[in-house]
């Protein structure tokens, strides 16, 4: 899994430099604090294997989910009577989540397999926040028990 994280952040970082904070996802959007723990806009990784299969005894072949969670502050003025150029800005979000997916569509390394996304929606959030979760699934063989 720290491989896979690690790899996560590089490829985010290189492909989506408006991203001013990457994490594990900590439930930091869900925090009785007014003002979550982040730098926005922000993505929040989280890793599932969702099956496993032995290849041998010490290694598995597995299959997981990977959620990123984009958050943004509250997008303001997007309704059809906001100005054409206030309207553009505030819905800048859409243009990170498409950099997102794409920086991650068939990301590949030799520890995982390409990453394809399964699904992706908008979250709704008691804070304001804007958020939007992509999911993606990969497979990778875990040779972690052979040592």
Not at 10 to 20: D, G, I, N
Not at 60 to 70: D, G, K, T, V, W
Not at 97 to 102: H, L, M, P, V
Not at 118 to 131: I, M, Y
Request: charge should be negative; proline fraction near 5%; glycine fraction near 2%.
């Amino acid at each position: 899994m720290k491989v896979i994280y690690s790899a996560l952040i590089a490829r985010l970082k290189e492909k989506v430099p408006s991203l001013k904070w990457i994490d594990w996802d900590t439930a930091q959007l869900e925090t009785q604090a007014e003002r979550p723990a982040v730098r926005f806009p922000c993505a929040l990784i989280s890793i599932g294997i969702t099956s496993a299969r032995d290849i041998v005894e010490t290694s598995q072949y597995c299959e997981a989910n990977i959620s990123i969670r984009l958050a943004f502050d509250p997008m303001e003025r997007t309704n059809s009577e906001a100005p054409p150029e206030a309207r553009e800005q505030a819905l800048q979000p859409y243009d990170v989540i498409a950099d997102t997916y794409a920086a991650l569509q068939g990301f590949e390394t030799p520890h995982f397999h390409a990453l394809s996304r399964t699904s992706q929606a908008k979250e709704n959030n008691r804070l304001g926040l804007f958020v939007y979760r992509i999911t993606f699934k990969t497979d990778f063989e875990d040779d972690t028990a052979e040592e």
